[in-house]
């Protein structure tokens, strides 16, 4: 009896560790799957039926991504943008695709010595994007999760699960969004974007103020110039570290600040869209409470933002 006793607390799922949950509010969470898992085991035990924990392994199979259980995704390409930015392509099967709605994120799982990590990162290809998908992710010098990205190459499997999140984004519901980004915060806002210039039908204007160092780290710049060429668009970049506007190509020192994204300016730009605006915030936690209170002083309610 107790040789089954073992056999059954071998099986019996792990509780998270607090560096599992990755923090950005998913459902299910780490821990929501974990007791799901554990009622699962409890019936199974009680029942004394191995094959009840069987069932859902082989559902969670069916599906390229799935909420509740990690999904193998194989790297089939690494292009570095910057000295601490990186883009990865995933490739999925045939042609499917996520199917992501716009701005949902996913969730990466790593293991850096013998502790489990998860981080959320939002792919920035289209969610309709066949056969592949792309993820941006900077890499922090102490980060755990990066130690673990940083050894990632073409050919190497990772494990993703999701997808959850995202912004409830309709055409032509907002009249302007204004999109405040630092960094790697840009990622969320691509996809809506995207989505915006391929439906001609979609009249909605964009502005876009993206916060970087220096120029040199302004990643995805062609796609961007791309962008920017659509009549409702507009792209505003926020340089942190650069000493002046002259150093940079002529074709961006018309757009661009040094400086940090203040108060002053976000009400500036604000007050310079050309249709009352919805605001989409994506950045760090002290980014994100700092841009509130900003458009707070500039007059926007708080259900006219929506923070990723």
């Known amino acids: 009896m107790s040789g089954s006793e073992d056999d059954w607390l071998a099986l019996k799922p792990q509780e998270p560790s607090p560096s599992q949950c990755c923090g950005s509010g998913c459902k299910p969470c780490i821990y929501d799957v974990y007791e799901k898992a554990l009622a699962q085991w409890e019936r199974a035990k ?32 690494v292009e570095q943008l910057t000295e601490d930015t990186y883009q990865y392509k995933f490739e999925l099967p045939g042609n499917s695709s996520l199917r992501l709605s716009l701005g949902q994120h996913i969730v990466l799982r790593g293991v850096v010595d013998g502790l489990e990590v998860q981080r959320a990162y939002t792919p920035i290809s289209s969610g309709n994007a066949e056969g592949y998908f792309d993820v941006l992710i900077k890499c922090y010098e102490a980060g755990l999760m990066s130690q673990y990205i940083k050894t ?47 439906n001609e039908e ?32 507009r792209i505003f970049y926020i340089l942190s ?27 500036m730009i604000t007050n310079s869209c050309r249709r009352k605006p919805f605001v989409l915030i994506c950045g760090s936690s002290a980014f994100s409470e700092d841009m509130s209170r900003y458009l707070k002083s500039a007059g926007l309610e708080e259900d006219s933002y929506f923070v990723f």
């Open 46 to 77: 009680a029942a004394q039926d191995k094959s009840l924990l069987v069932e859902k392994e082989e559902q969670s199979r069916n599906s390229e991504l799935n909420p509740d259980t990690f999904t193998a995704f194989s790297i089939s390409s």
């Open 202 to 233: 979609d009249e909605t204007f964009v502005t876009l103020v993206v916060c970087f160092r220096s120029f040199g780290n302004i990643y995805l710049k062609p796609l961007l110039r791309e962008l920017a060429r659509y009549w409702n668009i």
């Open 152 to 198: 990632w190459k073409k050919g190497d499997v990772v494990f993703w699960r999701g997808p959850f999140g995202g912004f409830p984004y309709r055409p032509n519901k907002y009249g302007e969004l204004l999109m405040l980004a630092s960094g790697t915060g840009l990622a969320p806002m691509l996809p809506i974007m995207q989505s915006i210039t391929e």
């Open 241 to 267: 570290q650069e000493s002046s506007l002259e150093k940079l190509p002529w074709s961006y020192q018309e757009n661009t600040y040094i400086g940090r994204l203040n108060e002053d300016l976000v009400k």
